[in-house]
């Protein structure tokens, strides 16, 4: 059974930082982009990030320069370094497999003002 399960949300004072890891069990993602959604009360789920299976990465221009993707191959994980969190981060944050149908669950993630 393929899983991807999200860890490292949690509470954090705006200007503060947090890591998400995303470990995927089931089958490897080596040869897949994987990426970084998240979803705020009362708007769309929108891509905050993105890395290819190069490590090609992409992001939202709303966390440009404030957080970063990166893939660990050997450990079928990856992660997102989110600093200087800004209250309108606050959101409940999903990694996934983009087009297919593999999602975590959520982690949620609230910035205090």
């Known amino acids: 059974q393929v899983q991807l399960v999200e860890s490292g949300g949690g509470l954090v004072q705006a200007g503060g930082s947090l890591r998400l890891s995303c470990a995927a069990s089931g089958r490897t993602f080596s040869s897949y982009t994987m990426g970084w959604f998240r979803q705020a009360p009362g708007k769309e789920r929108e891509l905050v990030a993105r890395?290819?299976?190069?490590?090609?990465?992409t992001y939202a221009d709303s966390v440009k320069d404030r957080f970063t993707i990166s893939r660990d191959y050997t450990k079928n994980t990856i992660y997102l370094q989110m600093n200087s969190l800004k209250f309108e981060d606050t959101a409940v944050y999903y990694c996934a497999v983009p087009g297919t149908d593999y999602w975590g669950q959520g982690t949620q993630v609230t910035v205090s003002s």
């Open positions: 890395i290819s299976s190069i490590g090609r990465t």
